[in-house]
């Protein structure tokens, strides 16, 4: 039966990506953002430059990269933004970070927590309707730190059902509330706080649980509590309009032929919640795990409440990138050059790695708008990159 819906799967996709790209003129991706000067005048522009372009080639469709090394910040950007409409990719443009934003929800919840307005302890289900935590298995006694680590073993709503649903339509125009029905009654993957056990859903119920005791929609709560106080002028997010103009296109391999086509009808419906759905570019990204560990957004106990490192199950080990330990929120790293923190994501045609090395005060920020998790190419500009950052 499992064979029978990934053919039918397979089929709708092949059906949906036959059909000819719209195109549109270079205007509607104008892009603006505060990077500073120096970067025109970075040492090491040219071999960061090269970098980029050489693996672009290798199979990339774009990317964005952001540095922060001994001799500042520079950013640069290969490839197109746009097939169709052949426009380039600008530094300043936004990608999707897919669940790099899973870091920013933790953040604004710390934020709520160093208010008073929440704890970690708290239960889960104190915040949630009962037509939720009802149906969905373990919400009504995981509390706020299981759905954080991903330790409440609630079942994620990424399904056989959920897949076929959204790709039955375009665009869905799902809610939070609608797209979490597709955990519902489902078993739990674990005993609370058992073990780790990566699942969507619970930062989907973050997102519930912030506009629920805010009274504010969630892009005002990330303006506010996020994108403002560190002046991220490219964040972006919006359940009701998730693809800002200036966002780029997001590209997948769909017959693994090397042959790109648009996947905004398989990523759109997945943009509307606090697990994946906020856009921005690699600078910014860069700001906001700088800011963070540098005390500019939460309080010191709540950034160390974030940092209490915890190892992985090896299933969900990460060794191309040296990630072994999870918090709240975020994803820690051993690699050659030291310690780093920050985050990943992947989504239909966008893959994004944000690292922030806290002893060195060094920041490394990848954005691709297409190939998948295997492609070599990001992994080579990721090495490289850090090889040339730390001599």
Request: charged fraction near 20%.
């Amino acid at each position: 039966m499992k064979t029978n819906k990934y053919i039918i799967i397979f089929i709708a996709l092949t059906f949906l990506s036959c059909e000819k790209p719209e195109t549109f003129s270079e205007d509607k991706y104008s892009c603006q953002s505060i990077i500073p000067e120096e970067m025109f005048s970075h040492p090491k522009a040219a071999l960061y430059q090269e970098i980029l372009n050489r693996n672009q080639r290798l199979g990339l469709v774009g990317a964005s990269l952001m540095i922060r090394d001994d001799d500042g910040i520079w950013v640069g950007a290969v490839g197109k933004a746009d097939i169709a409409s052949n426009v380039d990719i600008k530094p300043c443009h936004r990608f999707l970070i897919a669940s790099i934003t899973k870091s920013f929800t933790a953040a604004a919840i710390f934020k709520y927590i160093d208010q008073g307005v929440l704890s970690l302890e708290d239960k889960a289900k104190d915040y949630l309707p009962i037509s939720i935590y009802n149906k969905l298995t373990n919400s009504k006694e995981a509390k706020i730190k299981h759905l954080l680590n991903h330790t409440s073993g609630i079942p994620d709503y990424y399904t056989i059902n959920y897949e076929l649903d959204r790709i039955n339509e375009v665009y869905n125009n799902w809610t939070q509330y609608d797209i979490i029905k597709y955990a519902f009654n489902q078993d739990a993957t674990n005993a609370i706080g058992e073990t780790y056990e990566y699942s969507n859903s619970n930062y989907l119920l973050l997102g519930i649980i912030l506009e629920r005791i805010s009274g504010q929609l969630l892009e005002d709560i990330y303006d506010e509590k996020i994108f403002n106080p560190l002046n991220l002028s490219s964040g972006y997010y919006s359940a009701n309009n998730p693809i800002s103009d200036d966002t780029v296109k997001g590209y997948v391999d769909l017959y693994g032929n090397g042959q790109y086509v648009e996947s905004q009808f398989l990523y759109k419906d997945e943009l509307g919640t606090a697990d994946g759905g906020i856009a921005m570019n690699a600078y910014d990204l860069g700001l906001f795990f700088e800011g963070l560990f540098n005390k500019n957004l939460i309080s010191e106990n709540s950034l160390n409440e974030m940092i209490n490192w915890f190892a992985l199950p090896q299933d969900w080990v990460d060794e191309d990138f040296g990630h072994f330990q999870n918090g709240y929120g975020l994803e820690y790293n051993q690699t050659t050059y030291g310690n780093s923190v920050g985050h990943t994501g992947g989504i239909d045609g966008f893959l994004s790695i944000a690292q922030y090395f806290p002893e060195s005060d060094k920041t490394f920020v990848l954005l691709v708008n297409s190939g998948s998790y295997e492609n070599q190419a990001r992994i080579n500009i990721y090495n490289e990159v850090l090889q040339l950052m730390f001599n």
